[in-house]
Protein backbone atom coordinates (compact mmCIF):
# COMPACT_ATOMS: atom_id res chain seq x y z
CA UNK A 1 0.00 0.00 0.00
CA UNK A 2 1.53 3.48 -1.25
CA UNK A 3 2.46 6.10 1.82
CA UNK A 4 0.15 9.23 1.66
CA UNK A 5 3.29 10.96 -0.29
CA UNK A 6 3.62 8.38 -2.44
CA UNK A 7 -0.51 9.04 -3.37
CA UNK A 8 -0.02 12.56 -3.16
CA UNK A 9 2.50 12.90 -6.24
CA UNK A 10 0.59 10.04 -8.29
CA UNK A 11 -2.23 12.17 -7.97
CA UNK A 12 -0.71 15.24 -9.07
CA UNK A 13 0.86 13.79 -11.63
CA UNK A 14 -2.40 12.37 -13.01
CA UNK A 15 -3.74 15.67 -13.06
CA UNK A 16 -0.51 17.34 -14.54
CA UNK A 17 0.02 20.20 -11.89
CA UNK A 18 2.92 21.17 -10.62
CA UNK A 19 4.22 21.51 -6.65
CA UNK A 20 3.64 24.71 -6.66
CA UNK A 21 0.08 24.58 -7.87
CA UNK A 22 -1.12 22.10 -5.68
CA UNK A 23 0.19 24.26 -2.55
CA UNK A 24 -1.44 27.74 -4.60
CA UNK A 25 -4.67 25.58 -4.38
CA UNK A 26 -4.10 24.60 -0.66
CA UNK A 27 -3.05 28.33 0.28
CA UNK A 28 0.69 26.51 1.19
CA UNK A 29 3.87 26.81 0.36
CA UNK A 30 5.45 24.46 -1.90
CA UNK A 31 7.95 23.24 0.35
CA UNK A 32 5.22 21.41 2.02
CA UNK A 33 4.25 19.45 -0.60
CA UNK A 34 7.90 18.85 -1.45
CA UNK A 35 8.28 17.00 2.09
CA UNK A 36 4.72 15.02 2.03
CA UNK A 37 5.97 13.68 -1.26
CA UNK A 38 9.52 13.11 0.02
CA UNK A 39 7.97 11.80 3.30
CA UNK A 40 9.93 13.88 5.53
CA UNK A 41 6.26 15.49 6.86
CA UNK A 42 2.30 14.50 6.50
CA UNK A 43 -0.41 16.83 5.84
CA UNK A 44 -2.13 18.34 9.04
CA UNK A 45 -5.27 16.14 9.56
CA UNK A 46 -6.95 19.14 9.00
CA UNK A 47 -6.22 19.21 5.49
CA UNK A 48 -7.40 15.95 4.11
CA UNK A 49 -11.04 17.38 3.53
CA UNK A 50 -9.30 19.65 1.32
CA UNK A 51 -6.52 17.44 -0.47
CA UNK A 52 -9.36 15.09 -1.43
CA UNK A 53 -11.98 17.62 -2.62
CA UNK A 54 -9.02 19.11 -4.81
CA UNK A 55 -8.17 15.43 -6.08
CA UNK A 56 -11.68 14.39 -6.17
CA UNK A 57 -10.90 11.11 -4.08
CA UNK A 58 -12.16 9.97 -1.01
CA UNK A 59 -10.00 10.10 2.52
CA UNK A 60 -9.53 6.60 2.27
CA UNK A 61 -8.67 6.60 -1.09
CA UNK A 62 -5.43 9.53 -0.38
CA UNK A 63 -4.46 7.07 2.55
CA UNK A 64 -3.66 4.74 -0.59
CA UNK A 65 -7.42 2.33 0.31
CA UNK A 66 -8.64 0.88 -2.63
CA UNK A 67 -6.93 4.04 -4.83
CA UNK A 68 -7.30 3.73 -8.91
CA UNK A 69 -4.91 6.77 -10.42
CA UNK A 70 -7.00 8.01 -13.52
CA UNK A 71 -6.48 11.16 -15.19
CA UNK A 72 -9.17 13.74 -14.57
CA UNK A 73 -10.30 13.13 -18.30
CA UNK A 74 -10.39 9.05 -17.00
CA UNK A 75 -12.29 9.55 -14.28
CA UNK A 76 -15.06 12.09 -16.24
CA UNK A 77 -15.86 9.39 -18.37
CA UNK A 78 -16.30 6.21 -16.06
CA UNK A 79 -18.67 8.29 -14.03
CA UNK A 80 -20.53 9.51 -17.32
CA UNK A 81 -20.39 5.42 -18.21
CA UNK A 82 -21.67 5.23 -14.84
CA UNK A 83 -24.63 7.55 -15.07
CA UNK A 84 -26.17 6.28 -18.59
CA UNK A 85 -24.18 10.00 -20.08
CA UNK A 86 -22.02 7.80 -22.02
CA UNK A 87 -23.89 5.21 -23.93
CA UNK A 88 -22.89 1.90 -25.20
CA UNK A 89 -24.96 1.48 -27.79
CA UNK A 90 -24.59 1.53 -31.74
CA UNK A 91 -25.50 4.45 -33.53
CA UNK A 92 -25.34 5.89 -37.13
CA UNK A 93 -23.45 9.23 -37.18
CA UNK A 94 -24.97 12.16 -39.05
CA UNK A 95 -22.31 11.26 -41.88
CA UNK A 96 -22.77 7.96 -42.54
CA UNK A 97 -20.27 6.09 -40.59
CA UNK A 98 -21.02 3.34 -37.34
CA UNK A 99 -19.83 4.67 -33.70
CA UNK A 100 -20.66 2.16 -30.62
CA UNK A 101 -21.75 4.82 -28.11
CA UNK A 102 -23.17 8.55 -27.82
CA UNK A 103 -23.30 10.90 -25.51
CA UNK A 104 -26.57 11.76 -24.14
CA UNK A 105 -25.69 14.90 -21.56
CA UNK A 106 -29.69 14.98 -20.87
CA UNK A 107 -28.50 12.75 -18.25
CA UNK A 108 -27.11 14.67 -16.38
CA UNK A 109 -30.12 15.22 -14.42
CA UNK A 110 -29.73 15.37 -11.07
CA UNK A 111 -28.38 18.26 -8.49
CA UNK A 112 -25.80 16.23 -7.61
CA UNK A 113 -24.05 15.39 -11.57
CA UNK A 114 -24.50 19.03 -12.60
CA UNK A 115 -22.40 19.74 -9.10
CA UNK A 116 -19.95 17.39 -10.86
CA UNK A 117 -19.49 18.38 -14.03
CA UNK A 118 -19.61 22.33 -13.26
CA UNK A 119 -16.77 21.34 -11.04
CA UNK A 120 -15.09 19.93 -14.34
CA UNK A 121 -15.47 22.64 -16.41
CA UNK A 122 -14.72 25.28 -13.20
CA UNK A 123 -11.00 23.02 -13.55
CA UNK A 124 -10.85 23.62 -16.99
CA UNK A 125 -11.32 27.61 -16.65
CA UNK A 126 -8.36 27.47 -13.92
CA UNK A 127 -5.98 25.05 -15.14
CA UNK A 128 -6.18 26.99 -18.20
CA UNK A 129 -5.98 30.31 -17.14
CA UNK A 130 -8.89 31.64 -18.88
CA UNK A 131 -8.89 35.34 -18.53
CA UNK A 132 -12.28 36.72 -18.90
CA UNK A 133 -15.24 39.14 -17.91
CA UNK A 134 -18.34 37.20 -18.04
CA UNK A 135 -19.70 33.62 -18.76
CA UNK A 136 -21.95 32.82 -21.32
CA UNK A 137 -24.16 29.51 -21.19
CA UNK A 138 -26.02 28.98 -24.69
CA UNK A 139 -29.89 27.42 -24.57
CA UNK A 140 -30.80 25.05 -23.55
CA UNK A 141 -28.33 22.25 -22.71
CA UNK A 142 -25.08 25.00 -21.89
CA UNK A 143 -28.01 27.07 -19.61
CA UNK A 144 -27.44 24.17 -16.68
CA UNK A 145 -23.32 23.59 -17.57
CA UNK A 146 -23.07 27.77 -17.51
CA UNK A 147 -25.02 27.61 -14.41
CA UNK A 148 -22.94 25.22 -12.36
CA UNK A 149 -19.67 25.86 -13.94
CA UNK A 150 -20.12 29.58 -12.39
CA UNK A 151 -21.02 27.96 -9.25
CA UNK A 152 -18.19 25.89 -9.18
CA UNK A 153 -15.65 29.05 -9.97
CA UNK A 154 -17.13 30.74 -7.00
CA UNK A 155 -17.35 27.73 -4.48
CA UNK A 156 -14.28 25.98 -5.15
CA UNK A 157 -12.09 28.71 -6.53
CA UNK A 158 -13.64 31.85 -5.24
CA UNK A 159 -13.37 33.36 -8.22
CA UNK A 160 -16.53 35.68 -8.74
CA UNK A 161 -17.60 36.56 -13.12
CA UNK A 162 -20.67 37.56 -14.45
CA UNK A 163 -22.86 35.28 -15.43
CA UNK A 164 -26.04 35.52 -18.47
CA UNK A 165 -27.33 33.02 -20.97
CA UNK A 166 -29.18 33.67 -24.09
CA UNK A 167 -32.80 32.83 -25.03
CA UNK A 168 -33.39 31.79 -29.05
CA UNK A 169 -36.89 33.68 -28.68
CA UNK A 170 -36.46 36.72 -27.59
CA UNK A 171 -39.03 37.82 -24.86
CA UNK A 172 -42.15 40.19 -24.60
CA UNK A 173 -39.32 43.41 -24.53
CA UNK A 174 -37.16 42.34 -26.89
CA UNK A 175 -34.86 40.86 -24.70
CA UNK A 176 -32.29 37.88 -25.30
CA UNK A 177 -30.22 37.35 -22.82
CA UNK A 178 -30.68 36.42 -19.21
CA UNK A 179 -28.59 37.78 -16.51
CA UNK A 180 -25.23 40.39 -16.81
CA UNK A 181 -26.21 42.66 -19.69
CA UNK A 182 -23.00 42.21 -22.18
CA UNK A 183 -20.94 45.48 -23.16
CA UNK A 184 -18.48 46.41 -25.68
CA UNK A 185 -15.21 44.93 -25.21
CA UNK A 186 -16.22 42.38 -22.94
CA UNK A 187 -14.14 39.12 -22.63
CA UNK A 188 -16.78 36.09 -22.86
CA UNK A 189 -16.20 32.46 -22.40
CA UNK A 190 -18.68 30.08 -24.10
CA UNK A 191 -20.45 27.12 -22.35
CA UNK A 192 -22.17 24.40 -24.17
CA UNK A 193 -22.31 20.97 -24.54
CA UNK A 194 -21.23 19.06 -27.75
CA UNK A 195 -19.56 20.89 -30.83
CA UNK A 196 -19.36 18.68 -33.96
CA UNK A 197 -19.53 21.35 -36.91
CA UNK A 198 -19.04 24.76 -34.87
CA UNK A 199 -22.28 26.09 -36.76
CA UNK A 200 -24.63 26.09 -34.07
CA UNK A 201 -22.52 27.96 -31.50
CA UNK A 202 -21.48 30.59 -34.46
CA UNK A 203 -24.73 31.30 -35.26
CA UNK A 204 -25.35 31.87 -31.31
CA UNK A 205 -22.32 33.88 -31.34
CA UNK A 206 -23.18 35.95 -33.78
CA UNK A 207 -26.45 36.91 -31.99
CA UNK A 208 -24.41 37.97 -28.40
CA UNK A 209 -22.12 40.04 -30.79
CA UNK A 210 -25.71 41.82 -31.96
CA UNK A 211 -25.75 43.15 -28.74
CA UNK A 212 -22.28 44.19 -27.85
CA UNK A 213 -19.03 44.18 -29.53
CA UNK A 214 -17.46 41.28 -27.33
CA UNK A 215 -14.36 39.42 -27.82
CA UNK A 216 -14.74 35.67 -27.64
CA UNK A 217 -11.98 34.07 -25.51
CA UNK A 218 -12.66 30.58 -25.31
CA UNK A 219 -15.39 28.32 -26.00
CA UNK A 220 -15.36 24.98 -23.62
CA UNK A 221 -17.76 21.92 -24.31
CA UNK A 222 -18.16 18.58 -22.87
CA UNK A 223 -17.24 16.94 -25.97
CA UNK A 224 -15.85 17.82 -28.97
CA UNK A 225 -17.26 15.02 -31.71
CA UNK A 226 -14.71 16.71 -34.70
CA UNK A 227 -14.43 13.28 -36.15
CA UNK A 228 -17.76 12.97 -36.78
CA UNK A 229 -17.09 15.99 -39.62
CA UNK A 230 -16.83 14.64 -43.06
CA UNK A 231 -13.25 14.54 -44.46
CA UNK A 232 -11.67 17.61 -45.87
CA UNK A 233 -14.80 20.10 -44.14
CA UNK A 234 -13.58 22.01 -41.62
CA UNK A 235 -14.40 21.26 -37.42
CA UNK A 236 -16.28 23.55 -35.04
CA UNK A 237 -12.39 24.27 -33.46
CA UNK A 238 -10.86 25.41 -36.77
CA UNK A 239 -13.91 27.31 -37.14
CA UNK A 240 -13.92 29.06 -33.95
CA UNK A 241 -10.41 30.09 -34.14
CA UNK A 242 -10.49 31.54 -37.86
CA UNK A 243 -13.64 33.33 -37.05
CA UNK A 244 -13.17 34.76 -33.48
CA UNK A 245 -9.57 34.02 -32.40
CA UNK A 246 -10.90 31.72 -30.08
CA UNK A 247 -9.47 28.38 -29.04
CA UNK A 248 -12.06 25.33 -28.23
CA UNK A 249 -11.57 23.34 -24.93
CA UNK A 250 -13.40 19.68 -24.81
CA UNK A 251 -13.32 17.86 -21.27
CA UNK A 252 -13.05 14.91 -23.11
CA UNK A 253 -13.02 13.75 -26.79
CA UNK A 254 -14.11 10.57 -28.92
CA UNK A 255 -10.39 9.42 -28.75
CA UNK A 256 -10.33 9.97 -25.44
CA UNK A 257 -13.39 7.24 -24.82
CA UNK A 258 -12.36 4.69 -27.52
CA UNK A 259 -8.84 5.10 -25.45
CA UNK A 260 -10.60 4.41 -22.19
CA UNK A 261 -12.54 1.40 -24.06
CA UNK A 262 -9.52 0.32 -25.04
CA UNK A 263 -7.87 -0.01 -21.68
CA UNK A 264 -10.74 -1.01 -20.08
CA UNK A 265 -11.74 2.29 -18.18
CA UNK A 266 -14.91 1.55 -18.48
Sequence with gaps: ???????????????????????????????????????????????????????????????????????????????????????????????????????????????AQLARIGEVFADCIQENRLEFDALVGLAYHGIAFSVAAATALHTKYGKTCSYCHDRRVADSRGRVLCGHTLQDGERVVIVDDVMTSGASVEERVEQLRSQADIKVTAVIVIINRHNQMPQGTPSGEERMLKKYGAKVYSLITDEDIEAALRERIV
Design 1 to 111: MNTIGQTIRQLRRARGVTQEELAGALNLTYQAVSKWENETAQPDIMMMPALAAYFGVTIDELFGYKLDVMTNKERLIRYMDKNRILVREDVTLKHGGESSYYINTENFSTN
